[in-house]
């Protein structure tokens, strides 16, 4: 769940971006990157609009389900840092 965390906050960040910014921002190879947004893609966390670009190869936009989704995540993570440094 945190590399799909760090995906769409990277999508967000730049509101809407390209694989090789995802690639770069959450740290994945174009390999993982591409098994991910496949995911995320269904899921309905993000959605490909073609066309952008230098190359047209399109960009990814953070959807509504995706912001919630992310705003959960981040909400949970918070609530648990505290306990992830007792335990260690």
């Given at each position: 769940?945190?590399?799909?965390a760090d995906i769409l906050r990277?999508?967000?960040?730049?509101?809407?971006?390209?694989?090789?910014?995802?690639?770069?921002?959450?740290?994945?190879?174009?390999?993982?990157?591409?098994?991910?947004?496949?995911?995320?893609?269904?899921?309905?966390?993000?959605?490909?609009?073609?066309?952008?670009?230098?190359?047209?190869?399109g960009l990814y936009i953070l959807?509504?389900?995706?912001?919630?989704?992310?705003?959960?995540?981040?909400?949970?993570?918070?609530?648990?840092?505290?306990?992830?440094?007792?335990?260690?």
């Amino acid at each position: 769940m945190d590399v799909c965390a760090d995906i769409l906050r990277t999508v967000k960040e730049k509101g809407g971006a390209k694989k090789t910014h995802v690639v770069y921002g959450a740290n994945l190879n174009f390999k993982m990157v591409n098994r991910y947004m496949s995911r995320l893609l269904i899921a309905g966390l993000v959605t490909h609009e073609a066309g952008h670009g230098s190359r047209g190869r399109g960009l990814y936009i953070l959807t509504e389900a995706g912001e919630e989704f992310l705003g959960k995540y981040m909400d949970a993570t918070e609530m648990l840092g505290p306990m992830a440094e007792i335990s260690a």
